[in-house]
């Protein structure tokens, strides 16, 4: 059975840092891309960072130079180090990853709540 669980969130005053960590298991994760979506209130879930299984990363606009993706595949564990917070980069965060099954199959966690506000 495959799980996501995400942990780091926090409250964070602008300028602040935080690691999150999404610790994933029930599957070979290696060679699928995995990514972190957020979403903020009354807003949509939006797609913020995502690497493959061999290291290249894209980011959202917003958030380059801030935020680096990176993965350990040998723990099966997804981090996105988040730099230099905004108020506008409060949200719930989630990790993500889709894995062919008979078809393709969207997993997500439950998401951590990140909060910056001073």
């Known amino acids: 059975q495959v799980q996501l669980v995400e942990s780091g969130g926090d409250l964070v005053q602008p300028g602040g840092s935080l690691r999150l960590s999404c610790a994933a298991s029930?599957?070979?994760?290696?060679?699928?891309?995995m990514d972190w979506y957020r979403q903020a209130p009354g807003k949509q879930r939006e797609l913020v960072a995502d690497i493959t299984g061999g290291g290249s990363t894209n980011y959202v606009d917003s958030v380059k130079g801030r935020f680096t993706i990176s993965r350990d595949n040998a723990k099966n564990i997804l981090y996105l180090q988040m730099n230099n917070l905004k108020p506008e980069d409060t949200a719930v965060y989630y990790c993500?990853?889709?894995?062919?099954?008979?078809?393709?199959?969207?997993?997500w966690g439950r998401g951590t709540q990140v909060t910056v506000s001073s």
């Open positions: 029930g599957a070979d994760f290696s060679r699928y891309s």
């Open positions: 993500h990853v889709s894995l062919p099954r008979a078809r393709w199959i969207d997993y």
